[in-house]
């Protein structure tokens, strides 16, 4: 089974909707992460969260919200989608104290 | 913020070619992390350095953690067909933002057979 999932693996919405990205782990890690891929721009970091009562922006956090539900839990909301939140979306979590993340597999986003 | 470099975007190669990337940063990074990752599916852990000057291989892969703590370079040697996808370098800077990670743009690498 793989160690960090993300639902749904693929969403097309409209403008205006409401959407939200699940990410769930299984490895124990404190810390989660949302990043977003563009072609030819790498990820680009969203939001991350040290722990339950811990959130903090990243660098593109404008027209996002995240939610920490337990240890194993992040979802990622675009409350109103616009077009250009067309993108890739990872999930990553690591360890306090190691650098590595771990990626899950991605949910792919077309926002009409 | 800090920014990474790397080279060259794109790759196109022949089978049983070796291959070579870059990542170079203005600033210094205590950690260099080399990640693929293959259509349609998240980056993968290839190689992890954590001290200048750190050579360390996994299988046809080997990199190097520069001296000066802003560069890093991975190898491929003889090149294979699933060696395809895009290769991220990412770098941990030193200070206060220790979680942070900073990503290149990726090297597309196709191979040919």
């Known amino acids: 089974d793989a160690d960090v999932t993300q639902t749904p693996r693929n969403r097309i919405t409209k403008t205006g909707k409401r959407i939200m990205l699940e990410c769930s782990q299984t490895?124990?890690?404190?810390?989660m992460y949302w990043y977003r891929q563009d072609p030819g721009l790498g990820l680009q970091l969203i939001y991350y969260?040290?722990?339950?009562?811990?959130?903090n922006k990243g660098e593109i956090s404008d027209g996002y919200s995240v939610s920490r539900q337990a240890q194993a839990k992040f979802s990622l909301s675009l409350e109103s989608a616009i077009p250009n939140q067309t993108a890739l979306y990872f999930c990553?979590?690591?360890?306090?104290?190691?650098?590595?993340?771990?990626f899950g597999p991605g949910t792919r986003l077309l926002v009409l | 913020g800090q920014q990474l470099n790397q080279s060259p975007q794109s790759m196109f190669i022949q089978e049983g070619e070796d291959v070579s990337m870059n990542c170079t940063s203005s600033?210094?990074?205590?950690?260099w992390l080399w990640y693929k990752q293959d259509p349609g599916e998240g980056p993968v852990l290839l190689i992890a350095?954590?001290?200048?000057?750190e050579l360390t291989s996994n299988g046809r892969l080997t990199a190097q953690f520069g001296i000066t703590r802003k560069d890093s370079f991975l190898n491929i040697s003889a090149s294979i067909p699933s060696d395809v996808g895009i290769y991220f370098c990412?770098?941990?800077?030193?200070?206060?933002?220790?979680?942070?990670?900073?990503f290149g743009k990726g090297t597309l690498l196709t191979v040919n057979p």
């Open positions: 990553a979590t690591s360890q306090v104290g190691q650098e590595t993340q771990y």
């Open positions: 490895k124990g890690h404190d810390r």
């Open positions: 969260s040290f722990d339950v009562k811990d959130i």
């Open positions: 600033s210094i990074f205590n950690t």
């Open positions: 350095l954590y001290k200048a000057g």
């Open positions: 990412a770098g941990q800077g030193s200070g206060g933002s220790n979680y942070k990670l900073t």
